[in-house]
């Protein structure tokens, strides 16, 4: 509980502070944290600079889940019962600063997540949307269109993670749980984003491949490198329809460990789900499926999406493969979604909707297993930055080996999520 108070009190004198340094609140080039980011991808480029100094925003999130779910399974290895009550409350701190006139800095620190309830930073990055620092009108057009990015940042993998939730920054996720294979991770890199006015867009981009960041030598070397790139297509064709298509590729040689489907350290949503009755401490990523890729990996992600009017269509088609790092062959994983969403009220503030998510993979022991998930939610902006949500989820695990935990496992039940974000 003083840890806690300590936590409240520190950020209280941090919002204080920068309020009196910057009332305004809007930077160019900037995602809203609240519901106007809804349906924001990659952040369109603003046409007329705001810039007349350094200017700092200081913003956050606050998530709580009420978790009424039940699990079962074969009964061959037992499974640690669990009830109904609340989860770990999630807090985040976000520090954007405008520096120049079309460069930024964000810095996210996760104050309270699952895994951490310690505070502890998940990354930031270098934004740079002009290169007047140069010299004025340096490559004027190009930059016109193009963004840079620098940093120990999120990957711009796949769209997937631009609708998840992230910590406790979980508006733009129209349900509770992200999915069954959760591909995100954050890794020292650059990305170059390019976005043409008739809609279409393309990123070329390197990282390390490093979740956890080493000089220390395996096999003689410091690691490898992580290749990405994404191809798409994204237009307001109608005033009440839009049209969104993207392909993106995360490919890798040799690294030490890769953390693509593993590096959410915030964890998952689902507490506590399919452990063992003699686990001994919790699972963070209870309810995800990790294919235990580490290395030489190659994912594509096709994401559409089509809103028409109120109704939205998101869907995800993932195709892996790779190979843990004692592994001489390369296993496959394939991941398929598909969320149908209706918005309405005066402001959209009120939505249902449902996402079907299913995995098959096959597992190092040879073993190809069927993981399905169906989501039902519910949710009510009750401002643009409060967000009541409600979810009934269901989780089946298919054709895992005779013994096995998950043999017949199933999870099912009620989630409630109160969010705020700023």
């Not at 502890?120 to 270098?126: E, L």
């Not at 959760?182 to 890199?189: A, H, M, W, Y």
């Not at 001489?328 to 994983?333: G, L």
């Not at 969320?339 to 449902?354: A, M, P, Q």
Request: with cysteine; net charge negative.
């Amino acid at each position: 509980m003083k840890t806690i108070l300590k936590k409240s009190i520190l950020l209280g004198i941090i919002l204080i502070g920068f309020s009196f340094y910057a009332q305004n609140r809007h930077l160019d080039n900037f995602k809203p944290q609240d519901q106007d980011g809804i349906g924001v991808f990659e952040v369109q480029k603003d046409t007329v600079s705001t810039f007349d100094g350094v200017k700092v925003r200081v913003g956050g999130a606050s998530t709580l889940q009420f978790q009424a779910l039940d699990n079962e399974n074969s009964g061959a290895v037992p499974l640690g019962k669990i009830g109904s009550n609340f989860n770990l409350a999630t807090a985040n701190l976000d520090l954007d600063v405008a520096l120049y006139d079309g460069v930024r800095m964000h810095l996210r620190t996760y104050l309270s997540s699952r895994h951490h309830p310690e505070p502890y930073v998940k990354g930031g990055y270098f934004q740079i949307d002009k290169l007047d620092f140069i010299s004025e009108g340096f490559l004027e057009d190009f930059m016109s269109h193009a963004t840079i990015k620098i940093g120990h940042m999120e990957n711009n993998y796949g769209d997937a993670h631009f609708r998840r939730s992230d910590n406790a920054q979980t508006l733009f996720n129209p349900f509770v749980g992200n999915l069954i294979m959760d591909s995100f991770t954050t890794e020292v890199g650059a990305e170059l984003l390019y976005q043409c006015d008739s809609g279409f867009l393309g990123m070329v981009g390197f990282s390390n491949g490093k979740l956890n960041q080493s000089v220390k030598e395996s096999n003689g070397t410091t690691g490898g490198a992580a290749f990405l790139a994404k191809v798409g297509y994204d237009k307001q064709i109608a005033d009440d329809f839009r049209f969104r298509l993207t392909g993106s590729l995360y490919n890798t040689g040799y690294a030490p460990s890769v953390y693509l489907y593993t590096a959410d350290r915030a964890g998952s949503r689902y507490y506590s789900v399919m452990l063992p009755a003699t686990a001994t401490s919790d699972n963070f990523r209870s309810g995800r499926f990790d294919p235990g890729f580490k290395n030489k990996i190659t994912a594509i992600m096709i994401n559409p999406f089509i809103k028409y009017g109120g109704l939205e269509m998101f869907g995800t088609v993932e195709l892996t493969s790779g190979r843990s790092l004692t592994e001489a062959d390369r296993r496959k994983a394939t991941q398929y979604a598909g969320e149908l969403i209706y918005r309405f009220g005066n402001s959209e503030n009120f939505y249902l909707g449902g996402r079907y998510n299913t995995v098959s993979a096959e597992l190092a022991s040879g073993d190809d297993i069927n993981i399905d998930r169906f989501q039902l939610g519910a949710g009510w902006f009750m401002t643009k930055n409060v967000l009541m949500k409600a979810e009934y989820v269901v989780q089946k695990y298919k054709d895992y080996p005779t013994g096995d935990l998950l043999e017949d496992g199933k999870f099912n039940g009620l989630m409630l999520e109160a969010a705020i974000s700023f």
